[in-house]
């Protein structure tokens, strides 16, 4: 028999939408998974907003403060797909209200946020994740196959280009994603994070780094 995990979604939005999706259709996908996900509450800042996404998405129900949310019993695990400037605190009280944590990337704004984050996970002897998903794509399991079978012998050169255009448009909004003192480090840590992860995962650990950082737009509208 499958096991079921009750599960706190916080953020309704852009990834809450998508990982509610994921969510909802584990089962149809991945007919013979050892355990599955009970959609308990969504959590959101906006009532209104967060209870048309609770009954659109399929949970149960939903709260408007996490601090609610990580402390109540009929909760497994925290899912964190908030803004990034919110991860460090919401992990930290979920770990220490026991629960496992499924974090969105940038883990966290700040290597000693991210430090005290994996503290408390450790300290709490809980599960923790990182979004990091590219890795379930089938073609990077294959790659990870052939590299480890020793197939297609010594990696020399690893080359990665994360193609997305959706922040290019000098009118896209001041979103919370480009602003620093919310996001930290930018489409860097949201984006790039994906292709250092990949290389970590399939090429080894990173020994040197050497890079060129640029804002290319400026000046954006702000969000209505």
Not at 55 to 83: A, C, K, M, N
Not at 145 to 170: C, F, M, N, S, T
Not at 199 to 207: F, H
Request: aromatic share 10%; glycine share 8%.
């Amino acid at each position: 028999m499958p096991k079921y995990i009750n599960v706190g979604l916080v953020g309704y939005q852009f990834m809450g939408k998508a990982h509610s999706h994921a969510y909802k259709d584990m089962a149809f996908f991945f007919p013979d998974a050892e355990a599955y996900p009970v959609m308990k509450a969504i959590c959101g800042r906006n009532e209104e907003a967060v209870k048309a996404a609770a009954q659109r998405f399929g949970w149960e129900g939903y709260e408007t403060d996490w601090r609610r949310l990580v402390e109540r019993d009929d909760i497994d695990l925290v899912d964190i797909s908030s803004p990034g400037d919110t991860h460090h605190d919401i992990a930290i009280a979920a770990a220490e209200a026991g629960k496992h944590i499924f974090c969105e990337k940038p883990l966290a704004n700040s290597l000693s946020e991210a430090r005290e984050m994996l503290e408390a996970v450790q300290k709490a002897g809980v599960k923790q994740m990182v979004a990091f998903n590219y890795r379930r794509v089938p073609a990077v399991a294959l790659a990870k196959r052939l590299i480890e079978e020793g197939k297609i012998g010594q990696i020399y050169h690893w080359r990665a280009v994360y193609l997305q255009d959706w922040i290019i448009d000098p009118d896209f909004p001041l979103v919370w994603r480009l602003q620093k003192e919310k996001a930290g480090s930018g489409p860097h840590g949201d984006l790039n994070a994906h292709i250092i992860d990949l290389a970590r995962y399939l090429v080894g650990e990173i020994s040197e780094v050497v890079g060129v950082c640029e804002t290319f737009i400026k000046e954006r509208p702000l969000v209505e």
